[in-house]
């Protein structure tokens, strides 16, 4: 049962968006930056939602290593692609665009990809793939990230937690939406446990002696110094399918920056030789699928539709409540919270409380009373 207390949408938004104007972004800009986040809230995904608010995009705007104006510029264009320089400036700006330019491109050749350069965190991937969902078409993309993942049978982070998401429409209420890292956690999970004072469960990371860790503040700071790393899908070594989940990733590391030829792996760590803030010079990647072009789209949706039902309606194990299928339970959750609002951590209202007195903005908030 939830015991922390809600906010409401409307109020969240208009104060997120106010504070990020505060901070220099843009009032669109802002708005854009705002929905991304609270997105990941409403379907339930608190590691990318206001959690991150602070110390992803405001404390790295404070510290320099993020623009808050974005200075979008096209290095590339032909009628199906698209190649981007953020110039640093907000990934969720960008990627806004540019799923814009492919959603329009593909709904004139039938297929777009496009790659942006120099970006920063663009927020929960499966935002970008749901803006094609929501235009009848397929949507794929994913990042990477600062590095904090092993390979199979090393210890070193080497890759970050780099998502490969996918998300497809169907004939219900919910598109089939696959979003997640293909490391076993990924970092806003582990700062979300920390937020809750909770440890991180036993076999998600690996330490420099092939151990593995819980404390989940001190894995986030053996993280940082690279004394310990997430490990890929499947976990240590090859026997429960750890290579898998590290070709995954080593897939996204290159489609994030072989497409664009950005900076990859430890060039991507935010700081310099000398342990200074630099930028982090992010890349992402993005696939656009028309349906109309293959079977039409209401032959894909029936089709799709009807694989997830028959999924959801096969034998389940015995002590299972039911089976689910990709978007499903982000669909549950927003059913859940839409009238609700945002549930909120003890140390997220301090930071809001914060946020609140240090731009000076006439917000009270319910857990104030």
Same mark, same amino acid.
């Given at each position: 049962?939830?015991?922390?207390?809600?906010?409401?949408w409307d109020l969240i938004n208009d104060f997120m968006v106010d504070v990020f104007k505060a901070y220099g972004?843009?009032?669109?800009?802002?708005?854009?930056?705002?929905?991304?986040?609270?997105?990941?809230?409403?379907?339930?995904?608190?590691?990318?939602?206001?959690?991150?608010?602070?110390?992803?995009?405001?404390?790295?705007?404070?510290?320099?290593?993020?623009?808050?104006?974005?200075?979008?510029?096209? *290095?590339?264009?032909?009628?199906?692609? *698209?190649?981007?320089?953020?110039?640093?400036?907000?990934?969720?700006?960008?990627?806004?665009?540019?799923?814009?330019?492919?959603?329009?491109?593909?709904?004139?050749?039938?297929?777009?990809?496009?790659?942006?350069?120099?970006?920063?965190?663009?927020?929960?991937?499966?935002?970008?793939?749901?803006?094609?969902?929501?235009?009848?078409?397929?949507?794929?993309?994913?990042?990477?990230?600062?590095?904090? *993942?092993?390979?199979?049978?090393?210890?070193?982070?080497?890759?970050?937690?780099?998502?490969?998401?996918?998300?497809?429409?169907?004939?219900?209420?919910?598109?089939?939406?696959?979003?997640?890292?293909?490391?076993t956690v990924q970092n806003g999970k582990i700062e979300f446990y920390e937020h809750l004072g909770e440890p991180?469960?036993?076999?998600?990371? +690996?330490?420099?002696?092939?151990?593995?860790?819980?404390?989940?503040?001190?894995?986030?700071?053996?993280?940082?110094?690279?004394?310990?790393?997430?490990?890929?899908?499947?976990?240590?070594?090859?026997?429960?399918?750890?290579?898998?989940?590290?070709?995954?990733?080593?897939?996204?590391?290159?489609?994030?920056?072989?497409?664009?030829?950005?900076?990859?792996?430890?060039?991507?760590?935010?700081?310099?030789?000398?342990?200074?803030?630099?930028?982090?010079?992010?890349?992402?990647?993005?696939? +656009?699928?028309?349906?109309?072009?293959?079977?039409?789209?209401?032959?894909?949706?029936?089709?799709?539709?009807?694989?997830?039902?028959?999924?959801?309606?096969s034998k389940k194990a015995a002590d299972a409540e039911r089976i689910y299928t990709a978007g499903e339970k982000?669909?549950?959750?927003?059913?859940?919270?839409?009238?609700?609002?945002?549930?909120?951590?003890?140390?997220?209202?301090?930071?809001?409380?914060?946020?609140?007195?240090?731009?000076?903005?006439?917000?009270?908030?319910?857990?104030?009373?």
């Amino acid at each position: 049962m939830e015991t922390r207390p809600y906010v409401q949408w409307d109020l969240i938004n208009d104060f997120m968006v106010d504070v990020f104007k505060a901070y220099g972004v843009p009032e669109e800009d802002a708005k854009i930056c705002t929905d991304v986040l609270l997105e990941s809230d409403r379907r339930g995904v608190e590691s990318h939602g206001c959690n991150r608010f602070k110390p992803i995009y405001l404390d790295r705007i404070k510290n320099g290593t993020l623009l808050p104006v974005t200075d979008i510029e096209i *290095v590339k264009e032909t009628p199906t692609t *698209v190649v981007m320089n953020a110039n640093n400036g907000m990934g969720m700006v960008a990627s806004y665009r540019m799923m814009e330019m492919l959603i329009e491109k593909a709904k004139i050749y039938g297929m777009a990809g496009g790659t942006i350069f120099n970006s920063t965190h663009y927020g929960i991937a499966g935002y970008w793939t749901t803006m094609a969902e929501k235009a009848g078409m397929i949507g794929i993309s994913g990042t990477n990230a600062r590095p904090s *993942v092993a390979p199979t049978f090393g210890v070193e982070p080497m890759m970050g937690t780099n998502p490969l998401t996918f998300t497809m429409p169907t004939d219900e209420e919910f598109p089939f939406n696959f979003d997640c890292a293909t490391s076993t956690v990924q970092n806003g999970k582990i700062e979300f446990y920390e937020h809750l004072g909770e440890p991180t469960p036993a076999g998600l990371v +690996v330490t420099e002696d092939g151990g593995t860790m819980t404390d989940s503040g001190q894995i986030l700071r053996n993280m940082r110094q690279g004394k310990c790393a997430l490990l890929p899908l499947g976990g240590l070594g090859e026997e429960t399918g750890g290579y898998k989940g590290y070709g995954f990733t080593t897939i996204v590391e290159i489609l994030s920056a072989a497409l664009a030829g950005g900076p990859y792996m430890k060039e991507l760590s935010g700081k310099d030789e000398n342990g200074n803030n630099k930028m982090y010079r992010l890349g992402h990647f993005f696939f +656009v699928i028309n349906p109309e072009f293959f079977m039409g789209l209401d032959t894909f949706k029936e089709t799709a539709g009807g694989i997830c039902r028959g999924l959801r309606g096969s034998k389940k194990a015995a002590d299972a409540e039911r089976i689910y299928t990709a978007g499903e339970k982000e669909y549950l959750a927003w059913m859940e919270r839409k009238d609700k609002g945002v549930p909120v951590s003890e140390s997220i209202q301090k930071e809001f409380v914060a946020l609140r007195d240090e731009c000076g903005l006439d917000y009270k908030f319910p857990f104030e009373d």
